[in-house]
């Protein structure tokens, strides 16, 4: 499930997609005086010991609202589908260029999930995280509104890019795991009582036009343990090849669980490669199978790069990064870092990576830098 992924984009040319036409404005939903639409503040989790913080509250929309946001449900605005039903760029009566996603009546994604995604983003406000403007429940139909985000899921922009697309250079891909990252920290660490997200995917991790990213689709989130509690006991769901392997296994899910994901999206984007690949030959259809005798030998980590890269990275930062990666994917999940931890490697990362000092890249024939001790202290 997802708010524009485990879909196939539709359209890529934003010139042909009807709603870009006409006037925009930067109000959002409640009723004001003159009728139109404006969104309450609402509080959210936050902090520890339960404090919180003002977000916009998601509104309630009538289904005639949101058709006419898309023109009666138009083909040339829908820009993705999938298990679960379409997603339709739409125009609010303020101006406001949203994303819809309608489910279907048997989809995948049932009512529980809806319910549970409406109260999360409801109560989970965050710079990384996806903006839910409102939900639509009239009759038997039921619709979400997000915040369009233009660029659309990473998923569209890492594999199998178009001839006329630019590859996402190695520092805008740094970038991007960052503010993942940092969405997740929130979840983890700030919500209260924690969130495990339980979806973590490069489909669910969308774009804007700078590339700052956002998590979307939380109808699979659960709240974590608390207490003297290790894990939440639930029935198996989320995506094959990004599920960690206890939680596959016995349905025991933790915060770790979201870390050995975050591992597999990391890996996608030094390699440029699919968690699950069926079109590869035989032995490079699983990533994380075939990473295993890379990753366990440093000098082989150069052959993790992704070709489309041709070169274009910090030799030294390329180490770091699959060091961190590594430790994600530990089979063990006391053994795998806590998201705090993977924020500051990051971050210290992207410093690296966009310094002058580290500009020397593999395609400069340069030597390969050792990493730091405490990053590479990992065993697979």
Same mark, same amino acid.
């Given at each position: 499930?997802?708010?524009?992924?485990?879909?196939?984009?539709?359209?890529?040319?934003?010139?042909?997609?009807?709603?870009?036409?006409?006037?925009?404005?930067?109000?959002?939903? *409640?009723?004001?005086?003159?009728?139109?639409?404006?969104?309450?503040?609402?509080?959210?989790?936050?902090?520890?010991?339960?404090?919180?913080?003002?977000?916009?509250?998601?509104?309630?929309?009538?289904?005639?609202?949101?058709?006419?946001?898309?023109?009666?449900?138009?083909?040339?605005?829908?820009?993705?589908?999938?298990?679960?039903?379409?997603?339709?760029?739409?125009?609010?009566?303020?101006?406001?260029?949203?994303?819809?996603?309608?489910?279907?009546?048997?989809?995948?994604?049932?009512?529980?999930?809806?319910?549970?995604?409406?109260?999360?983003?409801?109560?989970?406000?965050?710079?990384?995280?996806? *903006?839910?403007?409102?939900?639509?429940?009239?009759?038997?139909?039921?619709?979400?509104?997000?915040?369009?985000?233009?660029?659309?899921?990473?998923?569209?922009?890492?594999f199998d890019p178009a001839p006329d697309q630019?590859?996402?250079?190695?520092?805008?891909?740094?970038?991007?795991?960052?503010?993942?990252?940092?969405?997740?920290?929130?979840?983890?660490?700030?919500?209260?009582?924690?969130?495990?997200?339980?979806?973590?995917?490069?489909?669910?991790?969308?774009?804007?036009?700078?590339?700052?990213?956002?998590?979307?689709?939380?109808?699979?989130?659960?709240?974590?343990?608390?207490?003297?509690?290790?894990?939440?006991?639930?029935?198996?769901?989320?995506?094959?090849?990004?599920?960690?392997?206890?939680?596959?296994?016995?349905?025991?899910?933790?915060?770790?669980?979201?870390?050995?994901?975050?591992?597999?999206?990391?890996?996608?984007?030094?390699?440029?490669?699919?968690?699950?690949?069926?079109?590869?030959?035989?032995?490079?259809?699983?990533?994380?199978?075939?990473?295993?005798?890379?990753?366990?030998?440093?000098?082989?980590?150069?052959?993790?790069?992704?070709?489309?890269?041709?070169?274009?990275?910090?030799?030294?930062?390329?180490?770091?990064?699959?060091?961190?990666?590594?430790?994600?994917?530990?089979?063990?999940? *006391?053994?795998?870092?806590?998201?705090s931890d993977i924020v500051v490697a990051l971050?210290?990362?992207? *410093?690296?990576?966009?310094?002058?000092?580290?500009?020397?890249?593999?395609?400069?024939?340069?030597?390969?830098?050792?990493?730091?001790?405490?990053?590479?202290?990992?065993?697979?």
């Amino acid at each position: 499930m997802s708010c524009f992924s485990c879909i196939s984009s539709r359209h890529k040319d934003a010139s042909r997609i009807e709603i870009d036409n006409g006037t925009r404005s930067s109000s959002r939903c *409640t009723t004001d005086s003159s009728g139109r639409r404006k969104r309450r503040e609402s509080k959210s989790w936050g902090g520890s010991g339960g404090s919180s913080t003002k977000g916009a509250a998601a509104c309630s929309f009538t289904f005639r609202e949101l058709a006419t946001a898309t023109k009666n449900f138009k083909e040339m605005n829908l820009i993705g589908e999938g298990g679960f039903g379409k997603v339709y760029k739409g125009r609010l009566e303020t101006g406001e260029v949203v994303a819809i996603k309608q489910l279907n009546h048997d989809g995948l994604q049932g009512f529980q999930e809806f319910i549970v995604e409406v109260l999360m983003l409801s109560l989970l406000h965050h710079p990384n995280l996806v *903006t839910l403007i409102g939900y639509c429940t009239d009759g038997d139909q039921r619709l979400l509104v997000y915040e369009y985000m233009p660029k659309g899921s990473l998923e569209d922009h890492l594999f199998d890019p178009a001839p006329d697309q630019v590859p996402l250079s190695w520092n805008t891909r740094i970038k991007i795991a960052v503010g993942a990252a940092k969405g997740l920290e929130y979840l983890h660490c700030k919500a209260n009582p924690p969130v495990i997200y339980r979806d973590l995917k490069s489909a669910n991790i969308l774009l804007d036009d700078d590339f700052n990213s956002k998590l979307s689709d939380f109808g699979l989130a659960k709240l974590g343990p608390v207490g003297d509690n290790t894990h939440v006991s639930t029935r198996v769901m989320g995506t094959y090849g990004y599920c960690a392997p206890e939680y596959a296994m016995s349905g025991k899910l933790t915060l770790k669980s979201d870390i050995y994901s975050f591992g597999v999206v990391l890996l996608e984007l030094i390699t440029g490669r699919k968690a699950i690949d069926t079109a590869r030959r035989p032995g490079e259809q699983n990533l994380i199978a075939w990473s295993q005798p890379f990753l366990k030998d440093r000098r082989k980590f150069i052959q993790l790069a992704d070709p489309l890269l041709q070169g274009r990275f910090p030799v030294r930062c390329l180490h770091h990064a699959i060091a961190i990666t590594a430790m994600c994917l530990q089979e063990q999940p *006391t053994f795998r870092p806590l998201i705090s931890d993977i924020v500051v490697a990051l971050d210290y990362l992207a *410093t690296q990576s966009s310094s002058p000092k580290s500009q020397r890249t593999h395609d400069d024939r340069s030597p390969l830098h050792q990493p730091p001790d405490r990053i590479l202290d990992y065993g697979m």
